[in-house]
């Protein structure tokens, strides 16, 4: 059983640029969670989607970034026009589709630099 | 404020002591994760507690629910140890982190 995937491990962009980063969960994982962690800082909390919903997104800056998570193929973690302060490594989790059995399992996160 | 706040920051031993690293939280949770992140690699997952106490090979980690506090206890400590270790409370359905103990295990 493949653990989360996510790509790309490392991705370069210019400012302004758009940012696509794509996380597929575990098998059989239907919840997915996306944090983000700055530099020198400690992970923080971001989204919180369901297969084809959103559920929380208090941890979302209110422009620029937007998340989905279709019924077919990875979440999507999109940054539009970005900044050097996006530079981060951003990680997903996910989790079983049983609400009782919360364990989140992390994928190996995408390092995102912005020149 | 932090919600969660770990201590120490920074941890230094010496091969084959014994290490503790503390979390107090100050939210309601459901579980409490302690996770492995090395540098510039990702995060892995070594327990999921609720209450009392596990044990996975040389890593024990214990939770008092009333007073708000977890540890998480190193046996016969490694280099390979080495990492940084991150308390995080499951409060609903998100993850609230701490800032992280950064442990360095010399031969």
């Known amino acids: 059983n493949a653990g989360v995937m996510q790509n790309p491990r490392h991705l370069v962009r210019r400012r302004g640029q758009e940012a696509r980063l794509r996380c597929s969960p575990m098998?059989?994982?239907?919840?997915v969670y996306w944090y983000r962690q700055l530099p020198e800082e400690g992970l923080k909390f971001m989204v919180y989607?369901?297969?084809?919903?959103?559920?929380?997104e208090s941890g979302m800056p209110k422009e620029r970034f937007s998340a989905e998570f279709p019924k077919e193929g990875p979440s999507i973690l999109r940054i539009q026009q970005v900044v050097r302060g996006d530079s981060a490594a951003y990680f997903c989790?996910?989790?079983?589709?049983?609400?009782?059995?919360?364990?989140?399992?992390f994928g190996p996160g995408t390092r995102l630099t912005v020149l | 404020k932090n919600e969660v706040e770990q201590s120490p920051q920074n941890l230094t031993a010496q091969e084959g002591e014994f290490i503790t690293i503390n979390c107090s939280y100050s939210?309601?949770?459901?579980?409490l994760h302690w996770l492995q992140q090395h540098p510039g690699g990702g995060i892995v997952s070594l327990f999921m507690?609720?209450?009392g106490k596990k044990k996975h090979g040389r890593l024990i980690a214990t939770i008092n629910i009333q007073e708000k506090h977890s540890s998480l206890h190193i046996t016969a400590s490694h280099p390979r140890d080495s990492a940084v270790y991150i308390c995080?409370?499951?409060?609903?359905?998100?993850?609230?982190f701490g800032t992280g103990t950064r442990l360095q295990v010399f031969p």
């Open positions: 507690l609720s209450s």
């Open positions: 995080a409370v499951l409060n609903t359905d998100k993850l609230i």
């Open positions: 989607l369901q297969k084809e919903n959103i559920i929380d």
């Open positions: 939210v309601g949770i459901s579980a």
């Open positions: 989790a996910s989790s079983p589709n049983f609400v009782q059995y919360n364990e989140q399992f």
């Open positions: 098998k059989g994982h239907s919840h």
